[in-house]
């Protein structure tokens, strides 16, 4: 690793970070749709500038369970948030396209989810230290 990956890697978690703010000033006003793609995108954007830190070329991608698929490569551990990241997907997809609002969030949905973000946050970023 580079020190073009790793400020690159830490422009990724800035945004991230951006995002999962954005999402619990939305949770505060009980926009649930609004949080929940926000959640989406912070996860999105640590996968991503942790895949960036360990060499991969960058995609567009917006499906968690895809981004999982690539850091699972690196570190199996990952595999342990694939069906909460592949329930997150969702949210992002809720909040673009009416066709798939079919059902309702709660607020629990989007409490886990946010739960799950901090948990991603927190595994990819002790990679600056390994």
């Not at 673009?96 to 059902?103: T, V």
């Amino acid at each position: 690793m580079g020190a073009k990956e790793y400020n690159e890697m830490e422009v990724w978690f800035g945004i991230a970070d951006d995002d999962l703010l954005r999402a619990s000033r939305l949770m505060g006003f009980d926009d649930l749709v609004g949080a929940g793609m926000h959640i989406q995108q912070a996860i999105e954007k640590y996968l991503k500038g942790y895949l960036v830190f360990k060499g991969w070329k960058l995609k567009r991608i917006h499906n968690l369970g895809e981004l999982l698929d690539y850091a699972v490569d690196y570190d199996s551990s990952f595999q342990e948030f694939f069906d909460g990241c592949i329930r997150i997907t969702d949210f992002y997809l809720r909040g673009r396209y009416p066709e798939f609002i079919s059902e309702l969030l709660v607020v629990k949905d989007i409490e886990d989810a946010y739960t799950l973000a901090e948990k991603i946050r927190d595994k990819v970023k002790q990679e600056r230290s390994i």
